[in-house]
């Protein structure tokens, strides 16, 4: 684990558990922090000498109408559970995240995007009215008409505000529980923001993969992935594709090996020359597919991608991993990036895995989203490369805010609390922290991410 805190973990399932919790944290004098499925890879839910208000235990499908396709659920429930209700009656999630582990509520916390964020956007815009418990204890319940004001600091606060006890959300209708994908190759950074540019208005999900080994005129070369759903009437068993069961991710690669155990050949590979060998496999596979090579997938397999190496975080061990994700406006979107990896390769600390996709603006207030690309970049921390590690996570930053730029925080453990804050020039944080002031004067809401991130202190 790269981050870490020690802290009293409390598992209520019920209003007045959480409720419970809270009076006792005002009672200790001690901060709490929310935490949906623990999927952060940084420190969005951990607070030391605190309370983890885990709420997993809240998974509840309270009300669903196969009609409108409207869903109120618990914070607990995981996406897992919410894409297997809703697909039978022919609906599904409008934005997941690359794992169908996380929480609902832990998604709306950290405002989560997925593979077509640049059409959907995050999942805040998709969610009608929360259920908002402050820190007094009191439910209010906050929609964009009752209270824009707060409806709209809520996704993307980390829990700061309060603890969503429970979510309405509207799903998407599809048709078949397949999408089509096309892959294709590019030779470099700047044939890869071509190829997702060119896939605006034509394809539902846009995502692209970089090699970041390679430097000169290879840099930024890799794949994108372009998808869309089938349209009523192109899949000829709708009725089969869209069981759940037939959704589930196959438990042997190839028929053979048990995916259990695929990380623990990885795990071996999991170091710089390793990692160069299997980039540059993989891309050379890519690069082999052709310009205009399509195939069919379930929805699961498509964008669950991280889910097909069950424990693939063990690779890791013992150091962890860390990721930096920038968001850049389109026009700086090559330099910046470009900069970023030869900063990367410069520090002898390349990303081992490095992941391209396009966005949009939202009326959030901590909105990471831009007109235009995102870059983010894995690394694993490894003894004695800590220091220098933190130290590039600085520069990489440094290069987003002088772009205009914004962060992630949900998949960040390093960035200096000082950039995040520049990275909001509009007074927006000034904004939130009056919020904060007014529906928790006493701050018990609080984690080791909003220390860092929010505040100067």
């Known amino acids: 684990m790269a981050v870490g805190a020690a802290g009293y973990v409390f598992r209520p399932s019920t209003l007045d558990g959480v409720r419970r919790v809270l009076e006792l944290a005002a009672e200790r004098g001690v ?4 935490r949906g499925a623990g999927c952060s890879y940084g420190d969005a839910a951990i607070v030391a000498e605190g309370i983890v208000l885990d709420t997993s235990r809240m998974r509840r499908v309270l009300a669903w109408d196969p009609e409108t396709g409207i869903v109120d659920v ?60 402050t820190a007094d204890g009191a439910v209010t319940t906050v929609s964009p008409k009752s209270d824009p004001e707060l409806y709209y600091a809520v996704p993307g ?29 590019a030779p470099d950074l700047e044939g890869m923001l071509r190829l997702l540019e060119d896939g605006l208005g034509r394809w539902e999900y846009l995502v692209g993969w970089i090699d970041a080994f390679p430097g000169g005129r ?146 959030f207030l901590l909105s990471h989203g831009v007109d235009g690309y995102s870059l983010a970049l894995d690394f694993p921390v490894i003894a004695g490369s800590r220091r220098r590690l933190w130290k590039l996570v600085r520069r990489l930053g440094e290069l987003t805010v002088e772009a205009g730029g914004r962060f992630y925080p949900a998949k960040d453990a390093a960035l200096p609390g000082e950039l995040y804050r520049a990275s909001f020039p509009g007074g927006e944080l000034d904004r939130f922290l009056r919020l904060k002031a007014r529906l928790d004067p006493d701050g018990f809401l609080r984690s080791a991410l909003a220390d860092r991130l929010f505040t100067s202190g």
């Not at 901060?31 to 929310?34: A, L």
């Not at 606060?157 to 006890?165: E, M």
């Not at 979510?167 to 294709?184: I, P, Q």
């Open 74 to 133: 618990e914070p607990g429930v995981p996406v897992a559970d919410l894409w297997r209700y809703v697909l039978g009656d022919g609906w599904w999630p409008p934005v997941v995240t690359g794992t169908m582990v996380p929480t609902v509520g832990g998604v709306l916390a950290a405002n989560g995007h997925g593979k077509n964020a640049w059409r959907r956007g995050p999942i805040g815009e998709h969610c009608l009215e929360l259920d908002l418990m």
């Open 157 to 185: 606060s980390f829990g700061q505000l309060g603890i969503v006890v429970r979510a309405r959300l509207a799903m998407k209708r599809v048709a078949s529980g397949l999408v089509e994908v096309e892959a294709v190759s």
């Open 218 to 363: 290879r840099l930024g070369r890799g794949l994108v992935h372009l998808a869309r759903h089938l349209e009523p009437g192109e899949d000829p068993e709708p009725a089969q594709t869209l069981r759940a069961e037939r959704q589930d991710l196959p438990d042997t690669l190839l028929g053979i090996v048990p995916r259990s155990v695929v990380w623990r050949a990885l795990k071996p590979l999991t170091n710089r020359p390793g990692m160069r060998t299997v980039n540059a496999v993989k891309y050379r596979l890519g690069a082999t597919v052709g310009e205009d090579a399509r195939y069919r997938q379930t929805l699961a397999e498509f964008s669950f991608l991280l889910d097909s190496v069950p424990g693939w975080k063990r690779i890791y061990r013992p150091g962890g991993m860390i990721q930096h994700q920038s968001f850049v406006p389109t026009g700086r979107a090559h330099d910046v990036f470009a900069a970023q990896l030869e900063a990367c390769r410069r520090a002898g600390l390349p990303s081992f895995l490095a992941v391209l996709k396009r966005h949009r603006p939202d009326p």
């Open 31 to 34: 901060p709490v922090v929310p």
